[in-house]
Every structure is written in structure tokens, then in C-alpha cells.
């Protein structure tokens, strides 16, 4: 128990370490790890809704804070390379989360010109109907994705490293609140990267 929770414990440390410098970044993370909860009790109700808020808020905001508002190139904080970076992400690196938010924005298009997604399911009626579908599509393809990547891991003799990655994901709005709730903060200060005096070796 103490391994995995160790292992818990740097995954954690070289996400936020490593991929949450800029204090939007963090911010978005903020709102996202919000919404992300109001996605968790919606999934006791309305799955579809539940997939709906947690695509079109929660991973908006956070994927935007990486794509747009990170740093890239040399990390001055860590005194490593964005390269070296990508190669040992243990998730979803910038390369993966491209094209599982190309699938993602696909997804709609889809439904709408096949109802009945080339026969595998009874065909949406209204708009109403499209967006159920859209939503049960979207929560499969967020459960599909953290099991991919848990199975490339395991294939790489990494299973503990997924699953306790899979552990993260899933429990990262929490730790991600307690971390970030400053944040905002500190953008109001002018403060658009965190110095993280923490990190910095002394």
C-alpha cells in the first residue's frame, strides 16, 4: 500500500512539476477540476449529461490551458527538455491527447450524419436525441481512453505505473483544488507563471 501510494505521490509531483507552470494553466485546472466534480454527481443522474459537461467544460478548459497557455521548449524550473518530458509522461502526452481530442471533436459530426452509427444503435430522434447519444459516445470514449493507456503500459511491463495512473486521473479534481485554489489569486497579482520556488533545486 505504501508503494502504490508513493508512486501516487510522483505521478502527481512530476505532473504538477513538470506540465502546471503558467498560473492560467493552473487556474483552468481549477474550473475544470469544479466542473469535473458537478460531472461525478451527474453521473448518479444523467451519464449522457454527465460526459457532456465533463468533455465540453472540464477537458475544454484543462486541455486548453496545456495546448495554449504552458510553457514549451527547455524547462529552466526542472532543467530538462520538452522532449524529455513528452517521452516519460506516464499519461497522455501532447501527441496523445491531439488525436483523443480529434476523436472527441469527431465524435458529433458522426452521430449527425449516422444516426444510427452505421446500424450498431437505433437512431436518435430530435436534437435531444443526438446529444444522448453524443454524451454515451463521449463517456465511452473517456472510459476507452484511460483503459488504452493503461493496456499500452502494461504491454511496456508498466501495469502499476497505469493503473495507478488511471487512480490520478480519476481523483485529480480534488488534489487539483487543493493545489490550484490560489491561483487565481496570483493572476490577479500579475503573476502568469508560478516560480515554484519549491522545485527549483537550491
Known amino acids: 500500500m505504501s508503494g502504490l501510494l508513493q508512486t501516487l505521490a510522483t505521478q502527481r509531483w512530476d505532473d504538477h512539476r513538470y506540465y502546471h507552470q503558467s498560473r492560467v494553466n493552473q487556474t483552468l485546472h481549477l474550473i475544470s477540476a469544479c466542473s469535473f466534480l458537478v460531472a461525478y454527481v451527474l453521473l448518479f443522474v444523467d451519464p449522457a449529461m454527465a460526459a457532456i459537461v465533463g468533455w465540453c467544460v472540464s477537458m475544454v478548459t484543462r486541455q486548453s490551458g496545456h495546448f495554449f497557455f504552458e510553457p514549451r521548449g527547455f524547462d529552466q524550473v526542472n532543467q530538462v527538455t520538452d522532449e524529455y518530458k ?35 444503435i437505433e437512431p436518435a430522434q ?54 490550484y485554489w490560489k491561483s487565481p489569486l496570483a493572476l490577479l497579482r500579475g503573476e502568469w507563471i508560478d516560480p515554484m520556488p519549491h522545485v527549483r533545486p537550491h
Open 86 to 120: 513528452e517521452a516519460v509522461k506516464v499519461g497522455y502526452n501532447m501527441r496523445r491527447k491531439t488525436l483523443l481530442l480529434a476523436v472527441w471533436a469527431a465524435i458529433p459530426l458522426v452521430l449527425w450524419l449516422q444516426p444510427a452509427l452505421f446500424g450498431l
Open 126 to 179: 430530435g436534437v435531444d436525441g443526438w446529444l444522448h447519444d453524443v454524451g454515451i459516445a463521449w463517456l465511452a470514449l473517456a472510459v476507452t481512453g484511460i483503459a488504452l493507456r493503461v493496456l499500452q503500459l502494461s504491454l511496456q511491463g508498466r501495469l502499476s505505473d497505469g493503473l495507478i495512473w488511471a487512480l490520478k486521473i480519476l481523483t485529480d479534481p480534488f488534489h487539483d483544488i487543493r493545489l
